[in-house]
């Protein structure tokens, strides 16, 4: 079965994002861009999915995307065509590698791939989830042949050392959790051909990044989990619902190289190719006016996260996949997490009580600076509802930022939409009608 993500009028979304702005782009962009000059130059501070980016690109204006995910900016740098050359504009070296059937030198997965396909052929799955239980992984304390061990340990001293792309690192990980065990393969498979490539010279950076977000889009669909995201697997261990049963059969069948094909037809078909834009990693907390100045920033587009959820925690999957280091796995009296999450997680001040009237107040105060219009994405929970309670209040953060640009600059502008939310004690998706809010300051 496919699952494509989803196209908004110029936008393309390349994986499942909680709290992307597709619904909003029209209002967001008409408030960000106004009176602004053609080529004049926005900051998406928190670029996420990167579909405002792409939005903003379409309409002419200069954009930079910086995100602390890895995965993001790879999204960006694909999705703006960044170092897009002439002489190396189609994705064709790209479709050659999507295609292949199982790789020889995964073999020793074999008897797990086969027992796999069985149980989804027969739409067992119990079956498939035994596959999941029994599959040798490099953190599961389990007796395996010495030919595992050596793979494992491979991929466990790479990710301690910081190497790139070891053999099987996705595989050795996430099999049967987060991914069916042919699906972790296909994975490893396709990163390990874009990288080589890349190394090889036969496509430059502009193709390997579209590549790596069509094999990261790949993994969004593919994904069993609730809410599409990598903050927890389904429990293997616990006998599923009738409910789950049929999401993993679904999940598992999908096919993640027919994925990667489909997305690289989008990210071609959709990358914006005016104008010239550019994308880093960047800490919103270290953004300085200094830099603003420097970039010839008018606009600043702020969307950051409100609640105690770390993105970090939903995608950390994906980060690993596109930095193409393993994941050293955080261990808790000598357990590793159930998410799988690695040790080093960003933990961002705008997801904090305590800390994000600073960091807001610092946003603030370097837009300024800048001489720069601030744009401020905020959504509130509706009255008596149960959602996760907000770092700041949207009357503090009025209050924060009518401190530094005079509260007759400031206005706020309702969006119509219906939003949805993550709710955590159902561990599902709960439709509601959230305000969605835009902080406008201006700089006169
Ligand atoms: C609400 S999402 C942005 C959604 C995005 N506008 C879209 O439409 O997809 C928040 C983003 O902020 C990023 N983020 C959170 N804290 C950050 C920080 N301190 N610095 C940079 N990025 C941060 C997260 O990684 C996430 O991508």
Redesign the pocket.
Known sequence: MRTMQQTEASSW?PVQ??????RVLDEVSKVVIRDREPGATVW?????????SQRLASQGMRVLA????VC?VTFARAMLSIGRGERADDLDALRAIGSLRMPADYELWAPYVEAEEVALTRGSAEDAIAVSRAVPLRWREASMSPAFRSVFDEVDRASMDGVHRPFASMTSTYAGTYFGVKQAIELDRLVGEVMRLFAHGKIQRWQADAGLTAVASAASAAVFSAGKHFAQPINANQQLTPFQARRLLQDRKIDVSELFLDALNQIEQSAERSGTHNAFE????HLSSDLLIEHDVSTVYA???YTAQ???RF?HVLDTLTLGVPANLQRKNGQITKGLYPVER?K????SRRAAPI?FRNLAENAYDASARLVI?YSESAPGSTGNSRSISLEELLQTVSGVYGACNVDVTTLDIRYRQFNQSSAAYASREDPEVLVVAEHR
Request: aromatic share 16%; hydrophobic share 35%.
């Open positions: 979304r994002f909680l709290g992307n702005k597709l998406d501070a928190f670029c996420g999915s990167t579909v405002v910086t995100d602390k995910l993001s960047l800490e919103a907390e969307d950051p996260p770390q993105y970090s995608y960003f961002s001040a705008f997801c960091a994405s």
